[in-house]
């Protein structure tokens, strides 16, 4: 047998032990089928779902089960940097937190004073778990255009939650939210969709709150070698999402004048706090706009 059938057979006894109840023996069994490439996933969820010796939720602090169509997880298991794909993804959720709350602190709105939360373009739950964690799912709502998404989102996370649109103009949010955290959305939309979805996700904030989203800007230019256009614009129709069409969610750059274009134009540049180059992952800009 390859070591992928060993795997399979590996998880096989588990789920029978688990079923008799040996969590003991299934714990030990499911060690070893998660540092497996073929069934860490699986093994990892079982793990955490029964609470069993070696979960990551024993020393984080929150539910760490991890969708089998989540594409970020996909993403680092299939990195070449990435030694243990399981912890990556969990970090990377809790750094996007720490990067998000200082962002906050530094317009003078801490994230712990948020009543209401929609985190929008949520995916299968990244950040959301940690934002969970840090102000309570009942203040947190999760949208994406992705169905099991948000089921994952509400069944697994325990989230309000609500489907996305393809087009901003079929969007309905339920109500408006202090804050509107959009990450790594307006970096993968094309020019057509940019300003649309720029001011319905704007209609989305409460008064006085806040709009939050990122892009690709000068550093992610520079990194990846293109040439933005006379607008300050670069769009290829490739991305890390296997979910959602190419031409509508593929990878984009822009300059800091297109953006700060695009919200003078559509909002009114006053409504802009901040900009804060590379704030997130390294790579991604920050920006910060108020709802009056």
């Not at 990195?79 to 906050?104: F, V």
């Not at 955290?181 to 409460?206: G, I, K, Q």
């Not at 750059?253 to 297109?258: C, K, L």
Request: hydrophobic share 40%; charged share 20%.
């Amino acid at each position: 047998m390859t070591s992928e059938q060993d795997a399979t057979v590996l998880l096989q006894q588990a789920e029978t032990l688990l079923a008799s109840g040996d969590h003991s023996t299934a714990a030990k069994i499911l060690s070893v089928a998660r540092s497996i490439p073929a069934t860490r996933l699986a093994a990892h969820n079982l793990i955490e779902r029964h609470k069993l010796n070696g979960a990551f939720a024993e020393w984080m602090g929150l539910n760490c089960e991890i969708s089998p169509r989540d594409d970020i997880y996909r993403f680092f298991d299939g990195h070449p940097t990435s030694i243990n794909p399981l912890r990556d993804y969990l970090a990377d959720g809790w750094r996007t937190l720490a990067e998000l709350m200082l962002l906050l602190e530094s317009v003078g709105r801490p994230l712990l004073g948020v009543k209401s939360f929609l985190e929008f373009a949520s995916g299968h739950g990244r950040f959301t778990r940690h934002l969970v964690k840090a102000i309570g799912a009942e203040r947190v709502t999760a949208s994406d255009v992705v169905s099991d998404a948000v089921d994952f989102a509400r069944d697994t996370l325990n989230v309000q939650s609500f489907l996305s649109a393809a087009r901003p103009e079929e969007l309905t949010c339920p109500q408006r939210y202090d804050v509107v955290f959009v990450l790594s959305l307006f970096s993968h939309l094309p020019a057509s969709s940019w300003s649309r979805w720029l001011t319905r996700l704007y209609d989305c904030v409460a008064p006085g709150g806040l709009l939050v989203f990122t892009t690709h800007g000068a550093e992610a230019v520079r990194r990846q070698g293109v040439t933005l256009d006379g607008e300050g614009f670069f769009f290829a129709p490739s991305s890390e999402s296997n979910a959602i069409d190419s031409q509508e969610y593929g990878t984009a750059f822009t300059s800091a004048e297109y953006v700060q274009s695009q919200i003078a134009s559509h909002l009114g540049s006053d409504r802009l706090l901040r900009h804060a180059p590379t704030w997130f992952w390294h790579h991604q800009d920050a920006w910060v706009l108020e709802r009056t």
